[in-house]
């Protein structure tokens, strides 16, 4: 077998579709399918079921799958840290973040790093924080900005705080305390809320506050993003409390100041491990232009 036979099988498990498959590795069906068919052949077999509505893989495919991608993977971080020793950054870099990070403007350093180093593939995915967490402990994210209670640790990975920053109360412009400067917990206690899914980080900074404070509050609406609770927000349905600096972003909508309210804490984690050369000259990038230290 060789490299590019695993790139088809990957790109065919991921796009579950043949057709796509090809248009993805830049080559005729034909000749995807022949490769894979006889990737199939050699390991003695099947790594798809494949019928007229849809291609998914085997029990065979699925364990295939995991070392195929670290195969592949290996191979670019080689040419990746070959580059790199002649001076040229290029490869893969893959990019977490939670939706409403407010430590950077992520577009900004994404532009700033792709003029810097243009051969390297920029992947973005935005996700909660503790999904983020797992998918760089896991190698499928290189680094990740999260957003977590004060003292929270990721465990796993290495990580460094980036900013603290107070929740606001957002509110419809018709809402009663829209005209407010500042309200407090006890006060906010008696509303209906819109807030994330129990249990996340994401809402945790929300409870804990509550909980200090000795207070109950209604979460009737739980949502997993944050345009769907701007949206309800707008028309009523509830109010929400979220970073200062982010809810200053969110347009017919208003912030209102709360005391003793919670405090978010964005952090930056990455791997561990040696970060590869594109993941290395991101993280110099946001620090001013130093690498950070080995593990």
Known sequence: MDLQQMRFVLAVAET???????????VVQSALSHQVARLEKELGARLFERTSR????????EAFLPAARQAVEAAERARAEVAAATGEIRGRLAVGSIPTVAAVDLPVVLRDYRLRYPQVRIGLRTGSSERLIEQVRDGGLDVAFLGVPPGFRPRGVRDRELAH??????VAPGHPLATERE??????????????VAGSAARAQSDEAFA??????????????V???????????????????????????RSVAVTNGPVRVERLVWSRFTPSPAAAAFLALLDGGTPPPAA
């Open 16 to 26: 579950a579709n043949f057709t796509r498959a090809a248009e993805r590795c830049h």
């Open 183 to 196: 309200v407090d917990l006890r006060l906010l206690a008696g509303e209906v809320f819109v807030d994330f």
């Open 212 to 225: 200090a404070a000795g207070l109950r509050r209604e979460v009737a609406f739980e949502v997993s993003g």
């Open 54 to 61: 849809r291609v998914r893989l085997t029990a065979a495919g």
């Open 165 to 170: 920053g107070r929740h606001v109360a957002v």
């Open 227 to 253: 345009e769907l609770m701007a949206r309800m927000v707008r028309h009523g349905l509830g109010i929400a409390l979220l970073p200062a600096a982010f809810a200053a972003e969110l347009h017919g909508l």
